[in-house]
């Protein structure tokens, strides 16, 4: 599997964890250590200001009937996955400011719109899509919608960039701005 | 021995014959009874907010709904909602309109709302305005039937007192006809009236005017139709409360999310158990609701030797299987252990050796007036027929007592003995035989009964005597598992 990971300028990544395949990681975004992103059913395109938490999953799966060229999996800005959460997703787009709670699941045909939160331990395997701000939580998978989106992490997100350098070995940005611009507005065509 | 996830493979007979793990079980030190839960007097120690822990006295607990006055549960899932801070930006707006006069006034507000960090409802969701203090304050909804409420209330508040009065003057007749007391109302000539006057209790004129103008409600046949946007309209359920969501404030019963309500968090009770028939103390906690402390903790635990299944063979119909126990003396003193059958057990005797004082007789002729009809139908006969029948060693067993320090010693002891198969500081191992009869079911449960004869020492005695020494008893039931076939 080819390996390009490319990452903005502001980008928290830690060394320690598994990023295969074709990646793009937005600014703002932290990426604790232990996260695993594979990107083998095409690239995956993070945006801005999200926060990978230790022992989170993204997989871009690979699927029968894929498109020539693959479809990016394109994360939408302010995303939160918790600890252990999973995701994997053969669908282009996540919305923004979603939250996947600790240990919550979501399987390959579920598409998601903004401001959901997947609760602790919950887990969607059933093809569905979900509105904007549902609300999943509990063994029962008990489901409501909110009125606003979950509010953002801006102040833990700016915490982490500032404290994680001092106790973690970091990936450099190895994009400049000018190209950045470029590449964000990539997904958007898509 | 009781586990949390896994069902109880022991079980004790209570004195009442209910069968408890014996986690469950009490131990009554002054009738040397067990007793469980079924067969004990629960009474309430305290009402307290396991939220904010304050603790009340009943009489306000009861004014205030038992409700804490500054927690609240979550309308949507149930859960403790917490309070949030945000910084309230000052409206743009008006900062224009009015210029440079609320430059000062520019630094952003802090203000509170209410949120649930299981299904991330807010107060915000049912347009509740964030308010600038943390705690209290928040706008409280008024029952629609309020009035009628009350009006019960006060309805059935007027029945009692008449029932008890009607009562009192039952009793009064009672010593009338004795003729050899002389009530303060007849010495005096008071009339009933004028004492509850004086004693400033309501008069019986306003409490039977609250019965006689009480409204009884009415059925009615007559229903209001369903609107026809029932039929027609689609409904969403994200905009429809559930039944537990509605019956969780049964003074509004929102139908609609957008009318739930933070719902004023229940109060708890701290409990303290007492044995019905000594009326001692079983348990008592400790008042201060932060505590988990017992200023009196009676459990079978820490009295009756505990018995755990170590393993079996498995149970064959006609077969005799192998059983590995382990026995357990949970006492700071010594202790002999006899295994029995069950039906062994001596049908316990009157103890008419007590020594009678003044005191006993008094109480005892106390209890002669203390209703006892509820044990009659609370007890009842454990079925303790089964299968499989535990051959039964004929040896006494004698069990160290407990020593916390011991647990940190050398191996077990190796026992070269038939039965006892190793043995450390108050612990021993056990091989039994199971044998099943022929007629056991494969698939059905299996199940053992044994009866454990046992020296107990009461190290308090009441009033200074010597510890004494008791033949105490304890039948229990052992599941192993499934007949196999
Ligand atoms: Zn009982
Ligand atoms: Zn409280
Ligand atoms: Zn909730
Ligand atoms: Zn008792």
New interface residues.
């Given amino acids: 599997m080819s390996h390009n990971i490319k990452i903005l300028p502001g980008a928290t990544v830690c060394e320690d964890c598994t990023l295969e395949g074709d990646i793009t990681i937005g600014g703002g975004t932290v990426i604790h250590p232990r996260v695993t992103i594979i990107a083998e059913g095409g690239p995956i395109i993070i945006a801005e200001y999200c926060l990978f938490e230790e022992y989170s999953t993204i997989i871009h799966k690979k699927s029968d009937k894929q498109e020539n060229p693959p479809k990016p999996l394109f994360i939408g800005a302010h995303n939160v996955f918790e600890v252990g959460c999973k995701l994997e997703s053969p669908c282009g787009h996540i919305g923004e400011s979603n939250v996947f709670e600790c240990r919550s699941f979501v399987g390959v045909d579920v598409k998601i719109g903004s401001g959901c ?1 997947i ?1 602790a331990a919950c887990s969607l395997n059933a093809p569905q899509t979900l509105a904007d701000n549902t ?1 999943i ?2 063994s029962e998978h ?7 989106k ?1 509010p953002s992490q801006m102040l833990q997100l700016d915490f982490l960039s500032k404290v994680m350098p001092n106790y973690h070995r970091l990936r450099k940005p190895n994009v400049h701005k000018r190209q950045t611009s470029r590449q964000s507005q990539e997904p958007i065509k898509a | 021995m009781a586990y949390l996830t896994q069902p109880d493979y022991v079980k004790y007979v209570c004195s009442c014959g209910q069968l408890k793990p014996i986690t469950n079980l009490y131990f009554c030190r002054h009738c040397l009874q067990i007793r469980c839960a079924f067969c004990i007097c629960h009474e309430v120690d305290s009402h307290y907010c396991a939220n904010c822990l304050e603790n009340m006295p009943s009489s306000e607990a009861r004014l205030k709904k038992n409700r804490c006055s500054s927690c609240f549960d979550c309308p949507s899932c149930f859960h403790t909602l917490s309070t949030r801070a945000t910084l309230a930006q000052p409206r743009q707006s008006t900062e224009q309109g009015s210029g440079d006069t609320k430059v000062e006034n520019k630094q952003p507000k802090k203000m509170y709302y209410l949120s649930c960090f299981n299904c991330r409802w807010t107060s915000r969701d049912v347009g509740i305005p964030d308010q600038p203090v943390a705690s209290g304050g928040w706008p409280e909804r008024a029952n629609p039937y309020a009035t009628r409420v009350n009006q019960l209330l006060d309805y059935y508040k007027a029945i009692a007192q008449q029932e008890k009065q009607e009562k009192l003057d039952r009793e009064r007749k009672k010593f009338a006809i004795r003729g050899k007391y002389i009530t303060l109302t007849d010495k005096t000539g008071l009339t009933g009236a004028m004492a509850r006057n004086i004693a400033g209790l309501p008069s019986s004129e306003s409490s039977s005017s609250a019965i006689a103008s009480f409204t009884p409600s009415q059925a009615s046949e007559e229903v209001e139709e369903l609107p026809e946007e029932f039929y027609t309209k689609e409904l969403n359920l994200n905009q429809i409360t559930s039944m537990p969501q509605r019956l969780a404030s049964p003074e509004w019963q929102p139908t609609h999310v957008s009318r739930l309500h933070p719902i004023a968090k229940l109060l708890s009770v701290k409990r303290s158990q007492r044995c019905r028939v000594c009326d001692h103390n079983l348990t008592k906690p400790e008042y201060n609701p932060g505590s988990i402390k017992f200023k009196i903790e009676l459990l079978a635990f820490y009295h009756v030797p505990e018995v755990k299944i170590i393993s079996y063979e498995p149970i064959k119909p006609g077969c005799t299987s192998a059983l590995l126990l382990k026995l357990t003396n949970p006492t700071g003193h010594e202790m002999q252990i006899r295994l029995m059958q069950p039906e062994d057990i001596p049908e316990p005797e009157e103890r008419v050796d007590e020594p009678k004082s003044i005191e006993k007789s008094l109480e005892k002729s106390l209890n002669l007036e203390k209703d006892t009809s509820w044990y009659e139908t609370v007890k009842r006969k454990p079925i303790l027929l089964t299968e499989c029948r535990i051959t039964i060693p004929d040896v006494t067993l004698t069990l160290a007592q407990r020593d916390d320090a011991a647990e940190y010693d050398d191996d077990a002891t190796h026992d070269a003995n038939d039965i006892i198969l190793w043995r450390k500081s108050n612990k021993l191992a056990l091989r039994l035989q199971v044998v099943t009869s022929g007629e056991a079911q494969a698939g059905a449960a299996a199940g053992a009964v044994l009866a454990l004869q046992y020296r107990y020492r009461n190290a308090v005695p009441p009033a200074a005597q010597p510890p004494r020494d008791h033949t105490l008893h304890a039948a229990l039931r052992l599941h192993l598992g499934p007949v196999c076939g």
């Fill in positions: 939160v609760g609300v939580w509990g008990h489901n409501r919608e909110a009125l606003e979950q």
